[in-house]
Structures are given as C-alpha cells and as structure tokens.
C-alpha cells in the first residue's frame, strides 16, 4: 500500500467539475480580496500586540510583524502558484494530495482542521467578550452565567453570545457564497475604516521616549527581549496573521481562479501588513511597552490617554465587525477543506453533499456549526491559540515544500502565477516558518503531536480504509 501515490492535477481539476459536486461561482478579486482581509484582521491586532510587545519584543514588536509578513509572503506566492494550478477547494490539503500523496494530504487537512475549527472557536469567545462590553457601554448587562463557560476563571453556564455567532454566520455560509461575501464586504469596510481611525488619531499623541530602547536587551531567558524575543513575539502574533490561505479554500467559487486567487492572497497581505505595522507602531509610541504587561486591553489604555472617550466605543465595535469576518472566513474554509477530503473518500460522503438551491456544502456547515458552537460555549479554548499558529505555519511549510516537489515532478505543467526564484523563496519560506514554529512553548508542540497522533489513529481506522474500497 502506497501512502505517498501523488493524485494527478488533470485528476482533481476534472473531479471538481462533477455536476453534483459544483459549486457557485461568483467571486470576482475584489471579493477575494476581501475575504482575505476579512479573515486577518481581527481580535489579534487588538490584543496580542500589546502582549507581544510587553512580554517579548518591547516596541522591536514591529520587527516581529515584519518577520510574520516575510513568512505569509513566501508562503501566499506559495500558495499562489498552487491554486493557479489547481484551482480546487481544498486550499493546502488538494495541494499536498498533488504533490507528496495521501498522507501527507491526510496529515495537512487533519491539520487544517485544528486551524479554521479551533480558531472559530475562539474567535467567537473573543466576539463574546467584546459584545458584552459594546452593551455595558450603553447600560445593557447581560447574565454572567450566560457569558461565560463553566472552566472559565469566573464560571457560568454556558457562553450564549459566542454560539449564537456560530450559529449565525453558519446559516449566512448556507445561504450562499456570495450572500456571505457580500456582508463580508461591508464589514471590512467598518473595520478597516476603525483601524485607520486608531492610526491617525494615535499618531498625535506619540511620546518619542517610549520608543528607548526599541531592541530591550534580553533578560536572559530565551523569548524574553533581544532576537529570540522578537522571534518569540512573531510565533504569538502570527496568529494575527492566520486566515488568509482561505482565500485558496474559495478557489472553486472563482470566476477566475488562475487570475484572482494569487490577486486576493497577496492583495490581502499586503494591505493588512501594512496596517499592522502602523497599528504597532503608534500604539508602542502612545503606551510604554512595560505599562501593557498584563493588560488584556492595551488599546483601550492608549484611547484613555487621548481626549476622545468615544474611540473606545468606536474601537470596541471595529473589533466586533473585525472578529465577525473572521469567524465568517474559518468556517468559510473548514467546510471547503472538508468538501475535498470527503469527496476523495478520507471523509464520509455529507460533508460533500451540495445544496440544490443553495449550491453550498450545507450539510457540513451544519456539522461544524454545531460543533465550533459547543466548544465555543462550554470549552476553555482560549489557551488553544497558539495551537492555531502551529498548525498554520506547519501547513506554510508543506505548502512551500510541494512548490519546490511539483517543479521538478512536473516542469512542464502550466503555470498562470509563478513563485519567483524557485527553491529560494520556497526555502526561505520553510525556514522562516519553521524559525516561528520552534520559538513557540513545549506545551504548543505537546498539543500538536497529540492532535497529530489522533489524526493517525482516524487516518488508518476509517479514511484509509475507505478510500481503498472506493478505489475497488
């Protein structure tokens, strides 16, 4: 038995097109585009900027956006050339299956199933706790035991605001693509609008002084300050950065998918790092880094020292816009990934099942609704974001690695995008995600191997079995 046998790319291609497996297209690059920015802008320019700077990289966590935008690049031309070749749902896990065989596929869409499910998850916990404060502002207090989960440090019942945005963004998903990209797109919009607000704004009450010294000289301890805490730092808030390779998860429901799929996953980079590095920029030079050590809302003590107490509400709102994208995005992608896993066979045959009307894998939103919407409410999930990140840079690397496999497998092949400079940037791709990967903590790789190890155990128990007898 051959776990390695490479599925041809006229194979997949072809397999895609199956009339009772086609999918809606509608989406054009500005569309893409958007959903790229949709899905990277959220709770993580927030919040892990302000913890990042105060516990590892001071204001040099500027650098550190730097460092996670030069593994996202080598990564989305990566991702680029795959999906102007492949253009198939299934983002990293159709890319795998093309170029390194099934259990390598196997291994990256169980992976990708830790990113997009996990990652809802607690970006809906996250949407919870800023909906909460959004109301307190206006006099509105809901139900404590109703806002937070029984493990949380003050236990209540049930999260009720954090499954209420599974359940809403599952049945905007199920009513269709472009439905879900079109309010995808009025919601950048806000959010993008908020963030600009918070640079401009912020730029005038810059204190030269909390930029000294902008590298802290390390305390010793690997992560903390110096090179390895900038590098700490950008393991953290790459998770700011995961989302945008779901841009590929959509390339089915392109117009063009050769043309707009690497448009949406660069444009989309591009812009948010951008916005990130000024974001990161004015609020180091408002807050001294040692002043966010152990403040969950750094941006909210950057707004108390302007003379504008209504950016608060303002900010506070973009996030919620800003998270609802997000969430909108990963369930977004788990159900595309889902899709071409099952229709391969890994995966029972509902999570490929289409919508007559709809033309959406409706089943699988269904499932994941429910499944994201519990762990939302009733699991201490927030400790499993940087199991988010591992994930994701694990997929990069394989994604950059196939890159490098499919050019010399198949030289010929056309390829409407071409990652430049091929294996360098490839390579420089690896290492730098795999630099992120080994800065993060024992217990983020514990989980991984864990999370991997389960997938072994489905892999050989179910999917392989399965696909062998389809194959019959």
Known sequence: MNLF???????IVQESEDVQHTLKKTL?????????????????????????????????????????????????????????????????Y??????????????????????YAVASSVVAVSWSRYVVAFLKDFGISLPAQFTACPYDPTPGIVNVPAMLIIVGVSILLIL?????????????????????????????FIKPGNYHPFIPPNTGTFGEYGLSGIMRAAGIIFFAYIGFDSVSTAAQESRKPSRDIPIG???????????????AFVLTGMVNYKDMRGDAAPVATAIGLTPYPWLKMVITFGAIMG??????????????????MSRDGLLPSIF?????KFHTPWK?????????????????????GHMTSIGTLMAFIIVCAGVIVLRYAQPNAPRPYRTPWVPLFPLLGIVVCFSMMYSLNTQTWLRLIVWLIIGMVVYFSYSRFHSRLNKL
């Not at 490929?352 to 007559?356: A, L, V």
Request: charge should be neutral; aromatic fraction near 10%.
């Open 5 to 11: 046998v490479r599925k041809p790319i006229n194979r």
């Open 28 to 92: 054009g690059p500005k569309s893409l585009i958007a959903l790229g920015i949709g899905a990277i802008i959220g709770a993580g320019i927030f919040s892990l900027t302000g913890i990042a700077a105060a516990e590892n990289a001071g204001p040099a966590v500027v650098l550190s956006f730097v460092v996670a935008a030069i593994a996202c690049t080598f990564a989305g031309m990566c991702y680029s050339e795959l999906a102007s070749m492949i253009p198939v749902a299934g983002s990293a």
């Open 94 to 115: 159709t890319y795998a299956y093309a170029t390194m065989g099934e259990f390598i596929a196997w291994v990256i869409g169980w992976d990708l199933v830790l990113e």
């Open 176 to 204: 269709g693509i472009k439905e879900s990209a079109n309010v995808n797109a009025v919601i950048v919009v806000i959010k993008v609008a908020v963030v600009l607000t918070f640079i401009c704004v912020g730029l005038h």
């Open 265 to 279: 996953i660069l444009g989309s980079l591009f812009i948010c790092t951008i916005l990130y590095l000024l974001f």
């Open 323 to 340: 998270l609802t994208s997000v969430v909108l995005v990963m369930l977004l992608g788990q159900s595309r990934v889902f899709y071409s």
């Open 352 to 356: 490929s099942e289409i919508h007559p």
């Open 364 to 384: 699988s939103n269904l499932i994941f609704m429910v499944m994201v919407g519990l762990g939302a409410g009733f699991l201490p999930i927030s400790q499993l």
